[in-house]
């Protein structure tokens, strides 16, 4: 089993619509998690880091349960530019090395 | 600010040969990562740099190998290239003082082994 798993996608969703992504993470001494957002042939960016009680910026929403081990992404009015892969990741321990599920991509259509 | 930087953009070797790939952190950060992202694998952890001193590491084998300079860029070495090895390598920065700090990350170098 991967240590850190996503639904690969695609979730095609039309312009205005709200998604959500789950990730699922196997090491209960996981400590810190964030959202990585990665456009095609790009580098991985930070889109958020995830609390325990939740964080909202703008139109994206993370959302923590440590007792199932799943953290969730959900985004609100969807746009085109939001097309992407989006990316769980895990910290655990003091090793800082960031531990990445597989991607779900997002194709947003007009 | 200047963000991380990587070069070369490409670099293609053939099999049995050296790579060197380079990276130079965003100013401040003294922590380098390196993660190589294979087509259909997803990142990978490779190394992790911290004042000079080698971290951490991922499960690679020894032919993967690394250095950072006093002023915090960092070189990743790949030695008797195999065509696996063929991949985007992402360098990430970030500061560290024994709490974390979000990385981030350069365009990577884009390596084919032929």
């Known amino acids: 089993r991967k240590e850190v798993e996503q639904d690969p996608g695609p979730f095609n969703v039309p312009e205005g619509a709200t998604v959500a992504f789950n990730c699922t993470y196997s090491n209960s001494a996981s400590q810190s998690f964030f959202w990585y957002r990665q456009d095609c042939r790009k580098e991985p960016k930070l889109l958020m880091s995830v609390y325990s009680s939740g964080n909202e910026d703008g139109r994206f929403t993370a959302q923590l349960n440590r007792a199932s081990q799943y953290i969730s992404l959900l985004i609100r009015d969807s746009k085109l530019s939001d097309s992407a892969t989006y990316l769980c990741v895990v910290i655990r321990g003091a090793g800082n090395m960031l531990t990445f599920g597989g991607g779900t991509r997002l194709m947003v259509k007009p | 600010e200047a963000g991380v930087t990587q070069s070369p953009t490409h670099l293609i070797k053939t099999r049995g040969q050296q790579a060197t790939l380079r990276c130079s952190p965003i100013?401040?950060?003294?922590?380098v990562y390196w993660y190589q992202q294979a087509l259909g694998l997803g990142l990978q952890f490779l190394l992790w740099y911290d004042e000079g001193e080698e971290r951490n590491r991922g499960n690679f084998p020894p032919r993967f190998s690394g250095r950072q300079f006093p002023n915090y860029s960092s070189e990743l070495n790949v030695n008797a290239l195999e065509l696996e090895d063929s991949a985007l390598y992402l360098c990430?920065?970030?500061?560290?003082?024994?709490?974390?700090?979000?990385?981030?990350f350069g365009p990577g170098t884009r390596l084919t082994v032929t």
């Open positions: 990430a920065s970030s500061l560290w003082d024994r709490g974390y700090h979000e990385q981030y």
């Open positions: 100013s401040g950060h003294t922590s």
